[in-house]
C-alpha cells in the first residue's frame, strides 16, 4: 500500500511552500503548523513529511521547536529534512522526535558520512533524498543539474544498505503540473529493491491513482493539499 506523506515546510515557524524551491517565490499558508498536522492526523493520515527551509539556509536545523511541538502532540510519523549536515544535528532531530530523517545535500556531498548514519541508525531510519532535474541529480540548492544520473546514484545507495529513497523531481516541485510518472516507474523497474516515495508535481487523486499503480512506496503531497486541488477527505481510500 502506498503511504500519503503530506509536507509542511517551515520557515519562522509558519507553514509555507516554495515553487521549485526558490526562496523568492514563497507562499506561507499557516501560522501554526501544529494545526496543520493535527488536521492530516484527524483525517487519519499516519505520516508528515517535515522541512526545515530555514535549516537548510542555514546548514544547520533552526526549527527544531517545531518538530517537537508536532512530535509531542500527535501520533505521526514524522520524517525530518533540511540543515542536517552533522551527527550532531542528526540526533538533535532524533531527540527531538523525528522518526527518520532524510539526508538531502549531505548525502550528494558527503556520502560516506550518510554511509555512518546508515550503520549507526539503520536503513529504516534514514531516508536518502535524491533531488533530481530531468534524469539527474540536482545540487546547489536546486539550481544546477549535475551530470550524477538519479538511478545511478539510488544504485550505489542500495548498494550501501540504504532502502528509504525521498525522490523529488525540482523542475516540477510547487507547481501543480503533475508528478514525473515514467521516472517513478523506470527506477521502480531498474531497482526493486529500493523504496521510492515520489515527490514533487503531485496535483491530482488521478496524480495518486498512477503512482500507486507503479508500485511507489509513497507520495509527498504538499501545494495540493494547501490550494485544494487534492481534498484531504478523497484521501481516505489510500489510507489503510
Known sequence: MME???AIDIIGGQCVRLTEGDFAQQTTYDSNPLEVAKRF????????HLVDLDGARAKKPVNLAVLETIAANTNLTIDFGGGLQSDEAV?????????????????VREPETVKNWLIKYGPEKIIIGADFKGTNIAISAWTEESKYPLQDFISGYVK???????????S?????QGPSINTYRHLKLALPEADIIASGG?????DLEQLQEIGVAGAIIGKAIY???ILLKDLARFIC
Do not use: Y
Open 4 to 6: 500519503i506523506i503530506p
Open 41 to 48: 492526523e484527524a483525517h487519519g493520515i499516519k505520516r508528515l
Open 91 to 107: 540526533k538533535q532531530a532524533f531527540d527531538a522526535g523525528a522518526t527518520h530523517i532524510t539526508a538531502g545535500s549531505i548525502a
Open 160 to 170: 550501501t544498505g540504504a532502502k528509504l529513497f525521498i525522490c523529488t523531481d525540482v
Open 172 to 176: 516540477k516541485d510547487g507547481k501543480l
Open 202 to 206: 503531485v496535483t491530482t487523486i488521478a
Open 227 to 229: 490550494e485544494g486541488t
